[in-house]
């Protein structure tokens, strides 16, 4: 649930430029509270620019404090047998997901490209998806945390599949998630910004 806060909280700032502002200076006995700009930044102009670099360490600190980091720190790293091997299945994780990451966007940027998108265009269409798949996504992750709060047994629901790989055997709720957050909310919302996207003004 904490997880699906921080995407909620990360999507909306991505998606309006905004974000959900908490007085914890005033608290901390701070006397100057509020400003009408973010780093010299208008904050109603934070949705015409570029989303910060730094969000995509926020992504990435999400993901790693989830069931990803569990995975690797107490299944993967203590079968390897020895202290100098642990590091090594979180360094293939961090590998193959920038890897991945590569190919996807450069898979888009493709079709975008032949599409006949402009530069300002490419950005506003591939801006959205990553927004709506973390808002949503996160709104997902809440979701689920609150049932698995209320029905302990849900978080026990698995299918065998026989497949020797950690997260496809068993399918759980976990599979479950992030199948529905990255195949459907992500490649979903995608290939629908792209189909719309020539009709975008730039």
Known sequence: MAVGVAMAAAGLYVIKGRYVHLPIDVLLGGRRH????????????????????G???????IAGLGAYASVITFVLAPQTGSIAYAPLPGLFF??????????FGAFFGAIMRMR????????RVARRPA???????????????????ALPEVDAWAVATGVPISNLDPINIGTILVLAVVGILGIGTM????????????
């Not at 961090?94 to 190919?103: C, N």
């Not at 006949?116 to 950005?123: A, D, F, K, V």
């Not at 290939?191 to 730039?202: A, M, Q, S, Y």
Request: proline share 4%; net charge negative; glycine share 18%.
């Open 131 to 149: 927004g709506l798949t973390l808002y949503y996504g996160g709104l997902l992750f809440i979701a689920a945390g609150g049932l698995i709060v």
């Open 34 to 53: 509020h400003s009408d700009e973010v780093g010299g930044v208008p904050m109603h102009e934070l949705e015409e620019r570029d989303v910060p670099l």
């Open 116 to 123: 006949g998108l402009t530069e300002e265009q490419i950005r």
């Open 94 to 103: 961090g590998l193959g997901t920038m890897a991945m990451q590569v190919v």
């Open 191 to 202: 290939l629908r910004e792209i189909g719309i996207g020539r009709g975008r003004r730039p």
């Open 55 to 61: 969000m995509t360490v926020v992504h990435g600190l």
